[in-house]
């Protein structure tokens, strides 16, 4: 009899143990789940939960303890992912993550919102190094979801430099007024000015010349601009 109810205490002390693991907040539970996974009492809760996705699972995958992630497969799995594990995640985080993830599932569901969510927290640029790191992944997922637009307000950099490099890149689609008469500001020579103005898309590169003043720039630009039209106009009525 004392054996048995030996036993049941246990069982109960083990439920309040692991329940009260679970009710943790997620950092908390990555921290110690190093040492809660070599605990042979604690094989066969790990074993279940590593089933679905949910914060020990997460925990174990994050720690490379698990070798792929559950995909979400109900709502509760699904707010927890968006609410618990994405918010938790600062941008390098979330791109590690991000990255790992693709690796393993491809192009999912899963992977293109947290894609999203990710721009629409957007990065903090401080550095070149962290510029480097923000290109390197954005022109990896901007080839798979090309259709995923991303804007300047989209990015949070020190200087406007990095702001010219992004768009230079082709990861800003458009460029603000001020972030480009800065830039051309900042330029030294009329030739720098002009051959950045004159990349620019072509609706705004009159506005610009007129903008700086540019007239003798501009019209050479017409000049060229009409020779080349006319070129395409005469090639084509000859074929």
Known sequence: MQTELDEEELEQIYKE????????????????????????LFGSFLLEKIQALNKISFALWDNGDLEKLPYYTNPEEYDFWQNEVLSSLDWKTLQQVLTKLLSEQGFTKQVEESFKYLIGQGWEIKSGKELQTVQSF???????????????TNFRCKTNQF???????????????TRTKLY???????????????KLPFDKILPYYF????????????????????QKLTSCVLT
């Open 17 to 40: 143990v692991v329940n009260n693991f679970e009710q943790k907040p997620l950092s908390e539970i990555k921290r110690e789940i190093g040492i809660i996974k070599n605990l042979s």
């Open 138 to 152: 954005l022109e990896t997922f901007k080839t798979i979801f090309p259709s995923i637009p991303m804007e300047e």
């Open 163 to 177: 702001y010219i490099e992004l768009y230079e890149k082709g990861i800003i689609k458009d460029l603000s007024q």
């Open 184 to 198: 051309i500001d900042a330029l030294k020579t009329e030739d720098e000015k002009a051959s950045f103005i004159e």
């Open 211 to 230: 903008l700086f003043h540019r007239y003798q720039i501009i019209k050479r630009y017409i000049v060229v601009y009409l020779r080349m039209n006319f």
